[in-house]
Structures are given as C-alpha cells and as structure tokens.
C-alpha cells in the first residue's frame, strides 16, 4: 500500500503543493475585489486573538493547513496547535490559538475552517469504521472515490482516521473490474494481459466465486471479493487459502462492515469514507480580553 507523510507545507513525496493549494483556495475567496467586508469594517492595525475548537466529538485532521492558510496573509501571526492530527477529541476541545493582524486572519477564517472541517469529517467517520474492525484482523482501505483535486488530502484524512490508504491512483497497480473483464473476455485473459505487461501488483475485482481460481492460476497478487454477502465471503476466504489477500468491497455500511471483517478477509475497503463524509463541526471564535 501507498503512503505519504505530511507536514504544514506539502504532502512530502505524495505530489501534493500545499503552497499551491493555500493561494488558490485563497484566490477563490478573495476574487479580483477582496476581502470587502474587513476592509470596510476593520482598521488596518486592528489585532485579532481567536480559539479554533471543535463543536462535536471528532477526530482531527487539517490543521497543518490551517495555519499555512493564516500565515499565508499574516506571516508575523502567533500561532498555537494545541492538539496534533490524528487525535481523537470531545466536543468543546480547542485545537488552535491564532493571534495576528484582525483583517488578514479573518479573510482566512473560512478557507481554514473549511479544510479542517472536510479533512476531520472523513477523519471522524473512518475512526468510527476503524472502530468496529477492533479485533476482527481485517484492515479498512480507503478507495479512489474522492472530490477532484483533493485526492491525496483526503486519503491523508482517512489515514489519520486509522485506515491504510488504497490506490493513490490508477497509475500504481492493476485493478481489473468488470468492465475490464468483459472487453477483454473472460478473467483469466485480463489477469493474463496485465503479467505479461510486467505488472507487479495486479488487484482482480471478481464477484461469483467461480472467478477466483481462473485469477489466481493466471497471476492475481490481491483479490477485491465485490457485494458478496457474509457466507459467500467466508466461502471465498477458504477457497483462496491465504494465497493472496482478499479484499471485502461494495456498499460497506457501519452497520454490516464488522459481519463482513469476521469472514476472515485481509481488507475491508469503503468509498463512502471520502464520498459521503459530512464536515465536521468546527469554529474560530473571537478572544480577546
């Protein structure tokens, strides 16, 4: 599986620009006119002391780039991370002290609070699948099922979550579904087609239990076991023999995804952890004495 590490100014080996996101985010808000609100209410020397906490229950993730989002119009700003990413925090936790130039933090506010409450909600929600693997052996895999353009934040989201991140993208493994199967004929050709390219990992989506020895005789490395139900995964498990890792996939719901780890397989893998995620409730109140 793929990982990247993080820091507040990139995703460091993973392509991701933070620098790049921050000014375009910015520029999104501002337009051509700016941040007219602050410059008309707000004097230019004006100080701002503000406490960013969470509402509900969650677990963080994002705010690395919220301070690069503040330091970005407010270089000189004091800022304080009061909890890393990753955490797992109760409802009224503070998770940052911000203290600068009032005009430059609040034109900032909303692109900061945005980004922490996306990256915290997919956060939240895949500790709550993470949770109910507790003690089954199977790991939850994230998937490709992502806004355009956030891939590589939002499965950072659900690492910090406690899940290990999937394809980062269709450029480093095979994945042959159905549609692949039905151009190219049957399972076997297709698994066939990807060895000879000199593919090493090859991931083969198969759905009827007949398919599994026809990918493992042709050079399947992982198979995705698609919408099975609990006995015919666990069916599927005992037909494979650990000879290669099985993946559970295919409308995994809080409610059913433990039946499912307890078949046995290596992974569980759900998309609605970065499709379906709500935001999560975060906000930036003023401090000053």
């Avoid at 899940?163 to 480093?172: E, I, P």
């Amino acid at each position: 599986m793929t990982f990247v590490t993080f820091d507040p100014d990139q995703l460091v080996g993973g392509g991701f620009d933070a620098a790049a996101f921050v000014t375009s985010t910015l520029a999104e808000d501002l337009g051509d006119a700016g941040d007219i609100t602050s410059a008309a209410v707000i004097p230019a020397d004006a100080r701002f002391t503000g406490v960013m906490d969470s509402r509900d229950a969650i677990t963080v993730a994002g705010l690395p780039l919220a301070e690069a989002f503040f330091r970005a119009l407010d270089p000189d700003a004091v800022i304080e991370r009061l909890v890393e990413d990753g955490a797992q925090v109760a409802a009224g936790t503070d998770l940052m002290r911000i203290a600068g130039n009032a005009r430059a933090l609040l034109t900032a506010e909303r692109s900061a609070l945005n980004t922490v409450q996306h990256l915290s909600g997919i956060a939240t929600m895949t500790r709550a699948y993470v949770d109910r693997l507790t003690g089954t052996g199977a790991t939850l895999l994230d998937t490709r099922k992502t806004i355009p353009g956030l891939r590589l934040l939002e499965k950072y989201a659900t690492r910090m979550g406690g899940a290990q991140n999937h394809r980062m993208g269709l450029w480093d493994a095979a994945m042959i579904k159905d549609n692949h199967v039905a151009v190219a004929g049957d399972v076997g050709e297709a698994v066939a087609r990807a060895k000879a390219a000199g593919i090493a990992r090859i991931i083969v989506e198969v759905d009827r239990v007949d398919q599994i020895e026809p990918a493992l005789a042709a050079g399947a490395t992982h198979l995705l076991l698609d919408n099975m139900d609990a006995p015919t995964l666990r069916r599927a498990v005992t037909l494979v023999g650990g000879r290669v890792p099985t993946e559970a996939s295919g409308g995994v719901t809080l409610e059913t995804i433990r039946a499912l780890a307890e078949t046995g397989v290596t992974y569980v893998s759900v998309g609605r952890l970065t499709q379906s995620a709500p935001a999560a409730d975060v906000g930036l109140d003023f401090a000053n004495a």
